[in-house]
């Protein structure tokens, strides 16, 4: 009789053991924490509250071996993905891997430190906050980041600094003879009174699969302010599941916008964290899916101190049997008063067989605050379709007009110009593709 081995650890669909990897002490000492994490927490199932309508098979069907072992295809010429205006402020991983001939960070002002995690490993900022922001509980996909990864992108905006070139992180994935893992890592701190505009952007050249498990930390001082774009474009046969958080002191201001268009899985879980008064942040969001994928975000907006003010916008088209889930939660500690938290989730569901999970949350000890929240899950309105009809579009026009004037709003936030444009392009594609 064959013997059945029960899977319970995302170990267990990781062929080969994680090795730390790290060159450094502070990088080794995160994997080896990592480790000892994944020993001890189970791999999540439908019966865990927070992933009871999130569907893992794409994860779970698969076995992935690290990149050494996935015979990896060469990236080939990737200048259509440059930023103009950041054609000096680049850097580019492929597979995970940083890739110093593709990078250019040759027109950065003085103080100002861009480049990859290892190479960068003895800098003060480095030591004293690279993997300190985190805070997962019972998680295995954060711990996953620490125990496997080797390397990464590092920033660091000195005091009084302003960055006025986008710095643009480019994580590359091509096609692979096995589907295999990879590990992105991205350390940002901010001194005192400084800004920068970060673009952190995930591509799949091909239509294979892979696990894309990045961790991203911003460290913010105070009044220091940064813009961070997240551009999702994974293989559609890929599984995204990401990390970002951000930790904010006095007068700081962070705002995040993230943009949804590939992986066959995807899942975020941004958290923003009030370390002290009077700080601005959103965590704003445009989810495009279609075909089989699922998108799920759980976020979490937490206010520890008074005077705070937050905005979230969560919009989200889907298509076909596409899944969106979102869950938000607003927390707003006893001492935090005088917070001021907006959260809103608009889901436009094009076709009757798509699905929407909405739950935003509020929890709230502290007594003078002005919080609210809602969501909404619509269609078309046959009258603004007969409207636009009247005007000489067709019905197929019509929609698709619709569609793109619904996710506008959330690309018309990003403050770069040609990102804004590849977007536009990218909702175009999307909502024309039943025009032909």
């Known amino acids: 009789m064959s013997e059945v081995i029960q899977k319970s650890t ?18 080794r000492a995160i994997n ?33 071996v690290s990149v050494d072992q996935a015979g990896t295809h060469e990236v080939g010429d990737i200048s259509e993905y440059y930023l103009p205006e950041a054609m000096n402020s680049r850097l580019v ?64 905006v000195a005091e009084e600094t302003v960055v006025e070139a986008p710095i643009h992180i480019l994580n590359i994935f091509t096609d692979a003879e096995k589907p295999f893992y990879a590990t992105p890592r991205l350390l940002y701190v901010g001194e005192m009174f400084s800004k920068a505009t970060i673009i952190e952007e995930h591509i799949g050249l091909a239509d294979n699969v892979y696990l894309n498990v990045p961790v991203t930390e911003f460290k913010m001082f105070t009044t220091s302010n940064v813009h961070h774009a997240r551009i ?33 899985l995807f899942r975020n879980e941004p958290r923003v964290i009030q370390n002290a008064e009077e700080v601005d942040f959103t965590v704003d969001g445009l989810v495009l899916i279609d075909g089989e994928q699922i998108a799920d975000t759980h976020s979490i907006m937490d206010h520890r101190y008074a005077h705070g003010n937050s905005h979230q916008l969560h ?45 935003p949350q509020l929890e709230i000890f502290a007594d003078d ?63 024309n593709r039943d025009g032909k």
């Not at 110093?100 to 103080?111: A, N």
């Open 93 to 156: 991983f492929v597979n995970g891997e940083y890739n110093e001939s593709l990078s250019s960070i040759d027109d950065l002002p003085h103080g100002v430190v861009v480049g990859n995690l290892a190479d960068n490993a003895d800098h003060d900022s480095v030591k004293s906050y690279l993997g300190t922001i985190t805070n997962y509980e019972d998680d295995v996909f954060a711990p996953f980041n620490d125990a496997a990864f080797n390397d990464g992108a590092f920033i660091h």
């Open 369 to 431: 605050v002005r919080c609210s929240h809602g969501a909404t899950i619509g269609q078309l309105q046959d009258e603004e379709v007969f409207y636009l009809q009247s005007r000489g579009l067709t019905e197929q026009k019509s929609r698709e007009l619709l569609v793109y004037a619904f996710a506008l709003e959330s690309v018309e936030s990003m403050e770069v110009e040609s990102v804004e444009k590849m977007l536009l392009d990218e909702v175009i594609k999307y909502t």
């Open 232 to 264: 999702q474009r994974d293989s559609k046969q890929a599984s995204h599941v990401s990390r970002p958080i951000a930790a904010l002191d006095k007068h700081a201001e962070y705002h995040s916008y993230t943009i949804c268009l590939g992986a066959k």
């Open 10 to 27: 995302l170990l267990d669909y990781i062929s080969g053991e994680i090795e730390p990897k790290g060159t450094s002490i502070s990088i």
């Open 315 to 359: 919009k989200v088209v889907v298509n076909d049997t596409a899944h969106s889930i979102f869950n938000g939660k607003i927390f707003v500690a006893k001492d935090a008063q005088k917070i001021d938290s907006f959260q809103e989730n608009r889901n436009l569901l094009i076709s009757d067989t798509g699905k929407v999970h909405t739950k």
């Open 32 to 64: 080896e924490r990592g480790r000892a994490t994944l020993n001890e927490v189970a791999f999540p199932t439908r019966k865990d509250e927070d992933w009871r309508f999130i569907d893992l098979k794409s994860i779970t069907k698969n076995s992935f």
